[in-house]
């Protein structure tokens, strides 16, 4: 048999690259999109494209198995300050994309009787931190969307989920924390410490791969039971 075929976005680093690796050791031939360049590798098919270019997404392959929604950006100002076309970009990016990218590759997923929708969200999904009104809206957007189609799904052999990771060590973290000392008036240390890690139990930057670990199960054998759920990777944040 051919190898089921996972589509994986934001995939030059960070959580994309760790899922693509994972996959592919799972035996997955993976389509690494990003607007950036990814290394071609075996099992690996690097594409290039800009996931805000909404009208240009329908020339990305269809015809996959699994789909992982990932990329993301973010920015940090207050809402009074927040630039009208970066709020527009980033729920663009990060809702209305994934949203475009699932709707074209269902047909193929309920032609086969399987298919594995993965978005990766954030505890922003779950809870709201100040600062980042347009990646909690996302976040928020998102992790309903994954529960509608998680629903209409289920009787076609399709499941959708949520990862949902509190601070994970990806450039993205990393560039806000100078964004975050200007808004809070704090050294980049004391943002890390203070802010960023000051709601979580577990006091430390989660590692990509650990986010890789449960994406590959959700894409799994024993995934087909599970659905239109959201996996909490926050170290004890949402326990409060």
Known sequence: MEPRRALVTG?????????????????????????EPVPESAGVQPL???LSELDALGELPTDIDVLVNNAGVQ????????PPERFSYLVRLMLEAPFRLIRQSLPHMYATGWGRVVNISSVHGLR??????????????????SKVVALEGAARGVTSNCVTPAYVRTPLVTAQLADQATAHGLSESEVLNNVMLEPVAV??????????????????????????????????????
């Open 48 to 50: 290039l494209a800009d």
């Open 75 to 82: 920015t940090v100002a207050p809402v009074e300050e927040f």
């Open 203 to 240: 006091k430390r930057l989660i590692e990509p791969a650990e986010v890789a670990e449960l994406v590959a199960l959700l894409c799994g054998p024993a995934s087909a039971s599970i659905t239109g759920s959201s996996f909490v990777l926050d170290g004890g944040w949402t326990a409060h």
């Open 128 to 145: 709201a931190s100040p600062f980042k009104a347009a990646y909690v809206a996302a976040k928020h957007g998102l992790e309903g969307l």
């Open 11 to 35: 995939a030059a680093s960070g959580i994309g690259a760790a899922c693509v690796e994972r996959l592919v050791k799972d035996g997955f031939h993976v389509l690494a999109v990003d607007r």
